[in-house]
């Protein structure tokens, strides 16, 4: 089984200027989730997504960072414009529910330089 | 907010070596994992806790979830090389459902040859 794809791997841009980020969740999967891991801490919510809604977003920087879901599969998150504050790894995790939780699969992350 | 105390931040051990580490937290957590992150990637779950005073071992790796849902500790016995990597405790709040996860700051191990 084919496991959460993110692309980019890495990106490097200039502060101000727009990037978006790809994630593919693991087949089957209606839960989609958008953290972001600053160096040296554990990955941090940004966004949850049930099916094409987001269901918590209270932790995304409305004002620069934007997300869509379209058909429930698919998920891109936006940031316009970048500043240097968000060099980090964005995380895409998937889950589908198991047991008496949600077990959460991780992408590999895409690795963001602001310069 | 709700978070994690993770401890120790960074352990230097030797082959062999039986590894400890834990989590802790001020408030109630219903369901507790333990993942492995390596440079470069996302993290890779190890182990899920979903009841209280549950423990589980996959392989050289235990966990227990504390009957207080305060706390979980990861154990790894006999330590090998691929050991090495960040290990972060996460939990979830919330009873059912899917839900945001909580992580704490991670645990370093490095092996010494």
């Known amino acids: 089984e084919a496991g959460v794809v993110q692309s980019p791997r890495y990106k490097i841009i200039e502060k101000k200027q727009p990037v978006a980020f790809w994630c593919n969740p693991i087949?089957?999967?209606?839960?989609l989730y958008w953290y972001r891991q600053n160096l040296g801490q554990g990955p941090e919510l940004l966004i949850r997504?049930?099916?094409?809604?987001?269901?918590?977003d209270s932790q995304l920087p409305k004002d620069r960072f934007s997300a869509e879901r379209l058909k429930g599969v698919d998920s891109t998150l936006k940031i316009q414009p970048a500043e240097l504050g968000d060099s980090a790894v964005y995380l895409c995790?998937?889950?589908?529910?198991?047991?008496?939780?949600?077990?959460?699969?991780f992408g590999p992350g895409t690795r963001l330089l602001v310069l | 907010g709700q978070q994690l105390n993770q401890s120790p931040q960074s352990m230097f051990i030797q082959e062999g070596e039986d590894v400890s580490m834990n989590c802790t937290s001020s408030s109630i957590f219903n369901t507790w994992l333990w993942y492995k992150q390596d440079p470069g990637e996302g993290p890779v779950l190890l182990i899920a806790l979903y009841k209280a005073g549950e423990l589980t071992s996959n392989g050289r790796l235990t966990a227990q979830f504390g009957i207080t849902r305060k706390d979980s500790f990861l154990n790894i016995s006999a330590s090998i090389p691929s050991d090495v990597g960040i290990y972060f405790c996460?939990?979830?709040?919330?009873?059912?459902?899917?839900?945001?996860?909580?992580f704490g700051q991670g645990t370093r191990l490095t092996i010494n040859p």
């Open positions: 087949s089957g999967h209606n839960t």
């Open positions: 995790a998937s889950s589908q529910r198991a047991g008496g939780g949600e077990t959460q699969y």
């Open positions: 996460a939990g979830q709040p919330g009873i059912q459902g899917a839900q945001k996860l909580v």
């Open positions: 997504y049930e099916n094409e809604e987001a269901v918590d």
